[in-house]
């Protein structure tokens, strides 16, 4: 595709629900990042793929957090149990390489835990 | 610690010139971005500085001090499309997977 894409774009969710939301990176894109933004806050780096391989994972707020990219292209954001302090956007953005290469972002998803 | 500093809020009226600064503290440094967010959508790169000086690129420019810390962004002829967050971001190594460190964000308003 043009650009990164994320879905749902909405979520809301009961607290307790477990939810899973989706990011397509740009076709042939190495990196992959996922991050938080909570309301007037800039976004917080929760987890990093290369390829299908998750380097890094020390932004990940729980246990109740977790996230996969099997093939290397897609990957999904779970979050189990979810709370009312999960309520934010997530934001997924991908980079062609691995190391100075600009991160390109999806519009994000907004989840709200009621 | 690593630390981002920019001013929350900004306004400015269309046709004007408007400098958002940026202030960092980090364990190390290997470039500072610019992006732009409007409400509800994803960010835009606008900006990379890795050496002092000014990056200069249409209407927008970017300014860059490791000796400071410090960075602006400079938009001139401001255009009421201009509303917008604007996040300053550092890269702080050179590693693979390196994620961007963001500042909160300065809104911008924009009247005529």
């Known amino acids: 595709g043009a650009g990164v894409s994320q879905s749902p774009r909405y979520k809301v969710a009961k607290r307790g629900q477990d939810v899973a939301l989706r990011c397509d990176p740009i076709?042939?894109?190495?990196?992959l990042f996922w991050y938080q933004q909570a309301l007037g806050q800039g976004p917080e780096f929760l987890t990093y793929?290369?390829?299908?391989?998750?380097?890094?994972k020390s932004g990940l707020p729980s246990d109740r957090f977790f996230a996969e990219r099997p093939e290397g292209s897609v990957s999904t954001l779970k979050i189990q149990r979810t709370q009312q302090e999960d309520s934010a956007v997530y934001l997924c953005?991908?980079?062609?390489?691995?190391?100075?290469?600009?991160?390109?972002f999806g519009p994000g998803t907004r989840l709200t835990v009621t | 610690g690593q630390n981002i500093d920019q001013p929350t809020e900004m306004t400015a009226t269309e046709g004007a010139i408007v400098q958002i600064n940026c202030t960092y503290q980090?364990?190390?440094?290997?470039?500072l971005f610019w992006y732009q967010q409007h409400a509800g959508e994803a960010p835009t790169f606008l900006s990379y500085?890795?050496?002092?000086g000014l990056e200069e690129k249409g209407r927008f420019s970017s300014f860059l001090s490791r000796s400071k810390g410090y960075s602006y962004l400079l938009l001139k002829e401001l255009q009421m499309k201009d509303s917008a967050s604007y996040l300053c971001?550092?890269?702080?190594?050179?590693?693979?997977?390196?994620?961007?460190?963001f500042g909160k964000g300065t809104t911008l308003s924009v009247s005529s």
């Open positions: 076709s042939g894109h190495v990196s």
């Open positions: 971001a550092v890269r702080d190594s050179l590693q693979a997977g390196t994620a961007l460190i």
């Open positions: 953005a991908s980079s062609i390489g691995t190391g100075l290469s600009e991160q390109y």
């Open positions: 793929f290369q390829n299908e391989a998750q380097l890094d």
């Open positions: 500085n890795v050496l002092d």
């Open positions: 980090t364990s190390g440094f290997n470039g």
